[in-house]
């Protein structure tokens, strides 16, 4: 993918973990960057859009941030209901299309 | 309330055709883009198109150009994706999404570049000999 996210992060319940999402100057450089949430066996869910703003009914322990070609997802106060697959996207203006970053599972120990 | 309502699993063999549907309720339909997302089986998330229903205009992922055709009946309110030939690896869980506006001052109009802000449940089209 050309946005690129770790495979696979995990902490403990109660504990802060961030997922980062790198890409360059024709995406994230220039686009804004949304993160959705995906459960097992379920269809996505927008967790933040635009960068820092979190969805309707997403908890505060959620936040997301955008520095440069990268941005990153936080997540407070871990919780055993946090554990799924989560994704960035961003909107590439050379290829005039949006794209996902390759997901990252997040493992709640 | 928005949603979006896409028709059942499909199970097909190499070389037929297939057309998938979404619908769209509770939002004008023609004033949004609606797009389509694959996932294929233990897979991440690719993006594949875009429809904006109020001119027509289409996008399409380099990867997905030229292999699947997205189109829209306004009058339903429905998005389709649509193949001529299937092969093997098109097998996979494709999602309908809708593309958020850009709302300022009041006022909102379209923007691609926007989240995907409501999604359809998912069709799983399995493709085998």
């Known amino acids: 993918s050309v946005l690129t996210q770790p495979p696979s992060v995990s902490g403990a319940p109660g504990q802060r973990v961030t997922i980062s999402c790198t890409g360059s100057s024709s995406n994230i450089g220039t686009n804004d960057v949304h993160w959705y949430q995906q459960l097992p066996g379920k269809a996505p869910k927008l967790l933040i859009y635009?960068?820092?703003n979190r969805a309707s009914g997403v908890p505060d322990r959620f936040s997301g941030s955008k520095s440069g070609t990268s941005a990153s997802l936080a997540i407070t106060g871990l919780q055993a209901e946090d554990e799924a697959d989560y994704y960035c996207q961003s909107y590439d203006s050379s290829l005039r299309g949006s794209m996902f970053g390759g997901g990252t599972k997040l493992a709640v120990l | 309330d928005v949603q979006l309502v896409q028709s059942g699993a499909e199970v097909k063999k190499p070389g037929e055709s297939l057309k998938i549907s979404c619908k769209g309720s509770?939002?004008?339909?023609?004033?949004?883009?609606i797009g389509w997302v694959r996932q294929m089986p233990g897979k991440g998330l690719e993006w594949m198109g875009i429809?904006?229903?109020?001119?027509?205009?289409?996008r399409y992922s380099p990867s997905f150009q030229g292999q699947v055709t997205i189109s829209v009946d306004k009058s339903m309110s429905t998005a389709y994706l649509q193949w001529n030939s299937l092969k093997a690896s098109d097998t996979a869980i494709y999602y309908c999404?809708?593309?958020?506006?850009?709302?300022?001052?009041?006022?909102?109009?379209?923007?691609?570049?926007?989240?995907?802000?409501?999604w359809g449940q998912g069709t799983l089209v399995t493709v085998s000999a």
């Open positions: 429809f904006y229903p109020g001119d027509s205009d289409t």
């Open positions: 635009g960068n820092n």
């Open positions: 509770g939002y004008i339909f023609s004033n949004y883009w």
């Open positions: 999404a809708r593309i958020a506006p850009y709302c300022t001052g009041g006022t909102c109009r379209e923007r691609q570049e926007n989240e995907f802000d409501y």
